[in-house]
Nanobody
């Protein structure tokens, strides 16, 4: 299994970006997530989507970010709107096998990771 992120870049405060994560390989009944890590900070869970399509978000991004999937393209997206300078970080895609009522979450439990894509928001 390999995850490849794309779509990062530089944007002004209030702008939008859409990140993509393409999965190469196969995971039966998968959960997907986006994490981020700013320099000198701990890695933070941003958004998850489980095998039933249920989503969860960090409080810091709820209402501004949206996680979605296109299973036909094996791609997971993170639409980021109303971006703030504090959203600046390296963003990572993660994947894990899961099932209804069981699986990883915003705090950990993920086995597969991408290489990351940088998002920079200027004020």
């Amino acid at each position: 299994v390999r995850l490849v992120e794309s779509g990062g870049g530089s944007v002004q405060s209030g702008g939008s970006l859409r990140l993509s994560c393409q999965l190469f390989g196969y995971i039966d009944s998968k959960c997907m997530a986006w994490f981020r890590q700013a320099p000198g900070e701990e890695r933070e869970g941003v958004a998850t989507v489980d095998s039933d399509g249920q989503t969860d978000y960090a409080d810091s991004v709820r209402g501004r970010f949206t996680i979605s999937q296109d299973n036909a393209k094996s791609t997971t997206y993170l639409q980021m709107d109303s971006l703030k300078p504090e959203d600046t970080a390296m963003y990572y895609c993660a994947a894990e096998r899961c099932s209804t009522g069981w699986g990883p979450d915003l705090y950990g439990g993920w086995s597969y990771w991408g290489q990351g894509t940088q998002v920079t928001v200027s004020s």
